[in-house]
């Protein structure tokens, strides 16, 4: 677990953890550079004050379940030259803005492969995912959906560069 950080790096490690759990007041936070093997990905979750200016990338992660999940109050957060691989059961990447907004959050350089699905927003009650960038992407032998955005979740959403080879459609709602 990750919690209340300043310009914290984590690098250059190997983790056999049951997720990377990055939980709240993170400020400048940087991972990069690791193996992680998971069985519920990452998780990123800010209920109790957002973690904002998270730098993830260059990470090679593996999981049984979700690859990355965000539940709330993240901000400017971005992903760049990860490799998240699942086993075909979970969500590449799930945004679930259920108490403050998730906003700013990018999704650049990243190979995403063998999940049930790629991308997906959701949200509870007013709470939306503000300004989701998908740029550059390879998605790999994805069952339903690559990316999946919804009017009532998301909110300038920019999908575009990306590669899918055995891959789902493209659903972005306005």
Known sequence: MIK???DAKIHDNTFLVQEMYVLFKN????????TIDTQNGMVIEGH???S???????????TTGNGITIKTSAKNTEFTGNTISGTGKGKAVYL??????I??????????NTFKRGIETASYKRFIIDGLTIKGNT???IK???????????????????????????????
């Open 96 to 101: 679930w803005a259920k108490g403050p907004d």
């Open 48 to 50: 109790l004050g957002a």
């Open 27 to 34: 400020a400048g936070l940087g991972i990069s550079n690791n």
């Open 52 to 62: 904002v200016g998270t730098n993830i990338s260059k990470n090679n992660v593996t």
């Open 144 to 174: 339903g959906k690559s990316v999946n955005t919804t009017k009532e979740s998301s909110r300038n959403v920019t999908v575009g560069e990306n590669k899918y080879n055995n891959a789902g459609a493209v659903y972005v709602e306005k």
């Open 103 to 112: 906003k700013n959050t990018s999704f650049e350089k990243n190979t995403f």
């Open 4 to 6: 209340e950080t300043k």
């Open 139 to 141: 998605f790999e032998n």
